[in-house]
């Protein structure tokens, strides 16, 4: 996977949501075990501890979990996934209309935007 | 227990103070970053802690020991900001001298870091380049499986695919009981890689937090407030 | 640790010394052509060569005392004096290093000398004399033995007193080798007084000659090593506490 990072979010938040969007994309399909935490911070070229910080949260967020010896896995269950992949979009939507308020179109001016520019892709 | 810890460190030279009344304390498991522009103290403070320096006052503990003891030696992995392996040594025979001298040495890591980085352990250190000789006394230090490692400027003076491959090489060296404390004034190739950041200025500890506490309470990166703390 | 230490001072100073004894050999062999086919000019060139040769012999100190500051004092100190090894044993490695290749260039520059002789009037004379009277120490292998002591404590005796004055200059911030010259001076200083105000120890001569010289070189032997070791002293003080590498 392709690491990105900007420079004013915390590194853990960043890394937070990388994840969880290879997660809802099927990037990493449900089950799949994951990288050791130093060889995902290592590719990721960032601090061992905070990919551990950012793998705690996704674990607490029930995305992830642990098993003592075999290691860290993708949840089985896919209503969670679903659940999280509906948040992106949600967040990826606010995002999208908070730049367009910025821009001065009303939400009906947006939806017939969006509408007009998707109609041409179907 | 720490690793490192300044009380009251403070060093003159001719009068003048290179490091002032610093206190400062780095516990295991961190990558700390030492921050400041040229001349703020960052070799002083490094080359204190391995004894080839000696406070004017305050005190140093390092590794459960004082610094300069051959028992912290054992434990401390340093890397200086010059060139200090004898020119007229090959690749080859540096690894063999380190395998003499520390314990920790990991012979297997060196000969394949030196692979990695394509050079011939037969040259000499006379013949290599400047970058070349860098990455040599690196791979050296980093070789080492040592509980704290102090490096001063490993990245100055290489091009940026080898400084991937140094900072991969720090993070694949991880352990959660060694600490590294990197001095540099590269920051934002260092910047993901630090647990937390030290500032420096005029010898004296300006600033000493976590890198993602700072990101969240200033909004912007550590090396976008290095050039606001220190803008000209 | 020393074993190492030593290996390393070796593998260091064998290529300087390796020339230097080649030098000597290639100016003892050069002065056998050379001799014979100069004639008057030969006498001269002879000397010019004995005293290089000899030069050589006595270059071994010099390249000690500079191999200490560039491996401890120079750019080198930042990885020996992080290694895990006490002073001390970085001390000694250097004092047995030096001694066995001072031992070694006495050996040498005799080689060298014999062969510069060989085939010139008087070749067959012995090359200790006194008037042409061979001086044999009197068949005494002990003498001999002591003399070999005294030279070994004298070198490192010397030696250190070149450490100890580099070592106390370098803690200094600046002009470090000027205040090196000046702490060699002063050490010289404080030895000869020193050695003024001690009380001369009251020697029983006991009319058998070779007795009393064997006792005034033990004697000498001992205040030699005792100045030397309080030079190790400043110099294990100075490299512990008071390291000033810039």
Redesign the interface.
Known sequence: MKWQFSSDVPIYAQLIAQIQTTIVSGTWPPGERLPSVRDLAAEAGVNPNTMQRAMTELERQGLVYSQRTAGRFVTEDRARIEQARLQCAQRQIQTFLDGMEQLGYTREEIRLLVEQETKGES | MAVLEYREVTKL??GVAALDGVDLTIEP???VGLLGPNGCGKSTFL?LA?????PTAGEIEICGGRP?Q??T??Q?S?L?E?????V?MTAA?LVD?YQ???GDFRRDVALQMLSDLHIDPALRVREMSKGTREKVQLILAMSRAALLYLLDEPIGGVDPATR?YI??TI??N?NPEASVIVSTHLIADVE????EVVFLQNGQVILHDE???L??SR???V??LFREVFKC | MLKKLLKQEFLATTRVMGILYLVMLVLAMGNQLLVNSLGELGELVRALILLMAMACGLATVPVMIVRFKQNLLGDEGYLMLTLPVSVHQHLWSKLIVSAVWSALSALMTALALNIIRYGSEGADMPLISINGTPLTFGGDGLLVAELVVLGLVGVCTICLQFYAALAAGHGFSRHKMLLSAVWFVGLNAATSLLIELLPSPDLHFRGNLMADVHQAVWLIIAGTAAVGAAYYAITVYCLQRHLNLS
Request: aromatic residues 14%.
């Open positions: 030279y001719g498991g961190r990558i080359k391995c004894g080839l320096l000696a300069g051959p028992a030696h054992a401390v340093f200086p010059r060139m200090a392996v004898p007229w025979q001298f003499d001298f520390y991937d900072l991969s993070i694949a991880y993901k890689l630090l647990d890198v993602d506490h990101r969240e909004g912007m990166s090396d976008a």
